[in-house]
């Protein structure tokens, strides 16, 4: 079941429309060239996770791409109504929740710009229930094997042209990188850059984290790769340092991730899923440190 609502300036709540039925046109570049935007949230428990952080990044990757994209306004009141249509239909369906289990559905914003020559670009919300693969991984762990991106860590910073940082369509390498990873036998990878320093999933941030006595520290890979400044990351990160922890921003290297005492790729929609192996080696997955994320994941709004 999916639920789609545009965000139209003639339609102040958005406009609801069915997404069994052909809706977009075959010439608008989101589809022709992968150029525009989106952002994929969590939708559980009657509340949509981390909104304004994902609109303030969706602003942000737009501006990148120069792209001009609805207002945040407009985008919120475009996800009350999928939302509440979503709600609608699964309660149509009979829809019941299993004691203990929370359903869990992904919002997707999408932002492109639009038929060649037109004067405005296209933007749209779907609602759609969440894959349970990423749901399992977050009890089962993953396979991660490391990937060269193909890039130094300074590529971002030389060439913005090629967008590092923002979250455009064009999600084509990433989704190779998977279907690699998945030939290999693995779940999922992290890509490292030309010169050897860890980057992210492929739809993903990485955490690691240490033990020493009473002191815990998350360390993430620094921003300054060209890497997507992740929202469940900064969410952790801000849960993290109320409880005490300490925090540190890379750079790091593959060997970091075979040092630390526990290492996740961490997302909206998979939210916190422990690494079990590394290119084929086992590496630590402190329960009791990854007990305590969880909880932090788990107070996320
Ligand atoms: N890095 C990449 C390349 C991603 O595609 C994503 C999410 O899709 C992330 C990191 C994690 O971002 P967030 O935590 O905001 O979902």
């Given at each position: 079941m999916t639920v789609l609502v545009f965000v139209d300036p003639e339609f102040p709540a958005g406009r609801p429309a069915d997404p069994s039925q052909p809706q977009l046109s075959v010439l608008d570049q989101g589809v022709t060239r992968g150029d525009g935007v989106f952002e994929t949230l969590l939708y559980t428990g009657g509340a949509v996770r981390k909104l304004d952080a994902h609109l303030a990044r969706l602003e942000s990757s737009a501006a990148m791409c120069e792209l001009p994209v609805p207002s945040a306004q407009a985008w919120r009141s475009a996800v009350g109504t999928a939302v509440a249509a979503y709600d609608a239909a699964r309660s149509a369906a009979g829809a019941t929740e299993a004691p203990g289990m929370r359903h869990e559905a992904t919002v997707k914003l999408v932002a492109t710009r639009g038929p060649?020559?037109?004067?405005h670009g296209t933007a749209w919300v779907t609602v759609s229930p969440a894959p349970e693969l990423g749901q399992r991984q977050r009890e089962t762990g993953l396979s991660v094997i490391t990937l060269d991106r193909?890039?130094?860590?300074e590529a971002g910073d030389r060439a913005?042209?090629?967008?590092?940082?923002a979250k455009t369509l064009s999600y084509g390498v990433n989704m190779a990188a998977l279907r690699h990873a998945r030939k290999q036998g693995a779940d999922d990878v992290i890509f490292v850059s030309s010169d050897g320093h860890v980057l992210e999933g492929a739809t993903s941030t990485v955490l690691l984290a240490h033990r020493e006595g009473p002191l815990k520290r998350l360390v993430t890979p620094t921003l300054q790769t060209g890497i997507l400044p992740g929202t469940t990351q900064g969410a952790i990160f801000a849960a993290a340092q109320s409880a005490g922890w300490e925090l540190g921003y890379g750079p790091l290297e593959t060997q970091d991730l075979f040092e630390a005492d526990a290492v996740w790729l961490v997302s909206s929609v998979r939210l916190l899923a422990p690494i079990n192996s590394i290119d084929g080696v086992g590496i630590p997955r402190d329960r009791e440190l990854h007990a305590e994320l969880a909880r932090m994941v788990d107070g996320i709004r």
């Open positions: 060649e020559g037109a004067t193909g890039y130094d860590s913005p042209w090629l967008l590092m940082g």
